[in-house]
DNA sequence: GCGACGCGTTCCGGACACCGGGACGACATG
DNA sequence: CATGTCGTCCCGGTGTCCGGAACGCGTCGC
């Protein structure tokens, strides 16, 4: 484990942390002893540290994140700006379409979904608040990658178009013609590449430099698919970016 | 500042994050060693391994709260679930109303906002995701309240009824009459008691064993107040409780 | 029942990551 | 120019942190 060459407290702090990020909801000591490669006794007291600042609750014997790390995301403030004047918009987007609305920004290679908007019955998505996927591979990531400097893209062809379905792009070529048609038309597709039997279609939020903050997305498996309006999710992505740009002049 | 006592650099850590947990966006060196009382040596290489870990973020010369705060909230169990499964209902509640939608859980002495929806034109109101407010002043956090034991509202009515607003209720006999009305009816008022020129009207969500969970509340400027419908809010925390009973029985 | 194993908790001598006063350069102001 | 405030960096000192080891508990297989 790469991490236990962490030799700051801060650092190994929040390695910890990083461990509940996945799909756990709970995890032993031993736990984390294995995905840390933290020596037990050092982990054990770390973890207690955590617990009295409130980032850590325990749980039988059990860890999982505190109400801390909550409260403390409500004071991120770009995303807390970028979701509050999205959110009618988001709102209207979902009415508009009755199907799974996510607003998502890009960060490192992936995508981080900021917010989500859904209905009863709507396409079960393994995606939520604070979670990231590739951006490769998903319309939000596609619509910001259109929009986002070359040396991004490349970068992530670089790294590797590893397959998260068996519908993922995997050629370079095949992703630099899909990110060349999304500049032209604004609308990113995602026809099951991220999850089986799901499909999005994507629209970027551009700042006033022509960049993607953000982006946009309805989700539908995929044989509701075909009702997806494209244009509806472009014309949100617009008006949201609109409404940054009144929100932040200059910005 | 009392916080200066932290001796463990984790508490230090999260003394320092804390101090972004208010309305400020960005702040200075000097202004978190204003905050934290830690000397500035100190506080300035504790932020600098704070940034390594991604918890905070460099703005110029000043700090702000880095995307990791944001990423890692998503993992919080509790508030993650309970979002989840409460958004088709308070989609249809905001569909219903056209009024702000709030979601709110029990945490401490306060009221911990845990989603919102909201549209254009709707009131401004000072809350957000993750922040925090007095529970014996807003809807949410008495009904809440009038749904916990008896322990609870006499610790809070002893730590004092410091007023948010001129109309906010300082008397324990008014705030415990309210709350007994709440058992009676689920339905929780707030008249500018705890901003003013907004009014609310709350539901709390129960859990199996008749405690409450969380909380449902629908808000609007004063003038507009007189059309929200208590029996919508009702319905609507009563049917979130439900489905988080669907979702695990026995909680 | 007994021994082995894995778990979490606690102890304690050692050490090194952290501490913080002080110096320094940059900038703003009178 | 002098003063004050800011953020950054240095460095000797030290106390918080480190982690191996021991321990108690529970489970499982023989």
Redo the contacts with the bound molecule.
Sequence with gaps: MAENDA??????AFVVLACFSTSDREL????L?ARTG?????L????G?LIAAGALE?SG??YRLGVKMFELSGAVWAQRVLRDIAMPFLQELYEQTRETVQLAMFDGDAVLYIDRIRGHNTAVLPTFPGGRMPAYCTALGKAMLAFSPAETVNGIIARGLIPLSPRTVTTPNLLIAQLRSIQRTRIAYDAEESVSGVCCVAAPVLGANGRAIAAVSVSATTPRARRLRAESVRSCATRIGQALRDHSPGA
Aim: net charge positive; no cysteine.
């Design positions: 030799t700051s407290l801060v650092r190994r032993s000591l031993a736990q002893v933290l020596p037990k006794a050092t054990h007291r770390l973890a540290q325990r014997r059990n």
